[in-house]
């Protein structure tokens, strides 16, 4: 029978083989070691699989019969031997004798349902929530969903009937990200007419419904207000609530799905700031920043003099990338800290229209980009000190 296991912390999903159970079944594999903090976990997206194997949530297979344990981070690079995602924390495992308490639930019913978003918050909780859902590639729509509650760490689950007499579609879930008792469904009728939330600030014990007036495809919890919420919508609108999602204002259109950032503590000066990639009306892309507060067409501005690629920005921590090509020529920017933005000087042998992706920021100045050379296509890594010069 397949597995899914739940020791995930991130938002990736794997492809799925197929379908070989009759129910879903769930297995949940919380490992100690001794003089070690215990392994945590964050919400996660798994899909079925067949075999034996557990794949974590970057598609890493856990190690099954080989000390038997199965924890996040395989295969991520050496750090701190306490880093449970190290090879030296690892090679600890072998050497340490190693504590399971594991159990499995079959959730009924779910047969057909290829997903599984899993959430536990790993701060003294005993809560779990899964949602199974069947996700539909060629529509790329979830045409049935299930969601499960656990109380007493995975050894046993209850489905949730969230409007009794009235079949709902829940395509996501969002945790608030410094209060993980709040937690908002995504949801809808079957056939889509009607949209809504689903509001819960105690883990799921219990849910209020909030009608929507439009689609909503992704929220943005605020990172330090936790009732501060951005929703998406694919009409490329815009929202902002600040009661978790009770009320809704628009706050701007043409906006670039997951090019929006909220302020950033410590170098933004106001937390109700919103960074965001928007289309004007000549068709260009802008960089522009608003407050949630006022964020009409009059109201933003501009922070980058010109126009920019389309999906190009990317707000990280003191760093702000964009994109700008003319012809057949691209040219790098970057701004630290808020300050003017500066062309980015890559190596001479860099392609002009090489690849380049913003691999680490750190708060040493240091930004390390990953680019592709003229020599076969050869990847190569390029690192900035604090001249910002590739």
């Known amino acids: 029978m397949s597995a899914i296991g739940l020791m995930a912390r991130s938002m990736v999903s794997l492809r799925p083989k197929g379908i070989v159970s009759a129910h879903l079944c769930l297995a949940v594999v919380i490992a100690w070691m001794s003089l070690m903090r215990p392994v945590l976990c964050d919400s996660g997206v798994l899909h079925r699989s067949d075999g034996d194997r557990l794949l974590d949530s970057r598609g890493a297979v ?3 019969g080989v000390d038997g344990v199965f924890g996040p981070g395989l295969g991520e690079n050496d750090g701190d031997a306490g880093d449970v995602g190290s090879p030296r924390f690892r090679r600890a495992l072998s050497q340490e004798k190693v504590s399971l308490l594991s159990s499995s639930f079959v959730l009924k019913g779910d047969a057909t349902h290829n997903q599984a978003m ?3 918050t790993g701060e003294n ?4 929530l899964i949602l199974t859902k069947y996700y539909h590639g060629d529509s790329s729509k979830v045409l049935e969903s299930s969601l499960w509650r656990s109380s007493d760490y995975g050894t046993t689950y209850s489905k949730l009937n969230l409007m ?9 879930f969002y945790i608030c990200p410094i209060n993980k008792k709040k937690v908002i469904l995504v949801s809808s009728s079957i056939n889509e007419r009607d949209q809504m939330l689903f509001i819960s600030t105690d883990e799921g014990s219990s849910f209020q419904r909030q009608p929507l007036s439009f689609t909503a495809e992704t929220l943005l919890f605020h990172p330090k207000e936790e009732d501060k919420v951005l929703a998406y919508c694919k009409e490329g609108k815009l929202y902002v609530s600040t009661d978790l999602g009770r009320k809704w204002t628009l706050m701007q259109e043409r906006v670039t799905k997951d090019r929006i950032y909220w302020s950033v503590a410590g170098v933004d000066v106001d937390p109700d700031l919103v960074h965001m990639e928007m289309q004007d009306t000549s068709g260009g892309y802008l960089y522009v920043t608003c407050l949630i507060q006022n964020c009409s067409d009059k109201m933003v501005t501009a922070q980058f003099l010109g126009k920019i690629d389309h999906n190009s920005l990317s707000v990280q921590d003191d760093y702000i990338f964009v994109k700008v090509t003319t012809g057949n020529r691209t040219k790098h920017y970057v701004s630290y800290r808020r300050n003017e933005f500066v062309q980015m000087r890559f190596p001479k042998y860099a392609l002009p229209k090489a690849s380049y992706v913003v691999a680490e920021c750190s708060p040493n100045f240091t930004v390390t980009q990953i680019c592709f050379t003229a020599k076969k296509n050869m990847p190569a890594i390029v690192t900035s000190a604090s001249t ?3």
């Open 62 to 64: 856990g190690i099954d």
């Open 118 to 120: 899993v959430h536990w």
């Open 125 to 128: 909780s005993s809560v779990i």
């Open 164 to 172: 009794p007499g009235t079949t709902i579609v829940v395509s996501n």
């Open 388 to 390: 910002l010069q590739c």
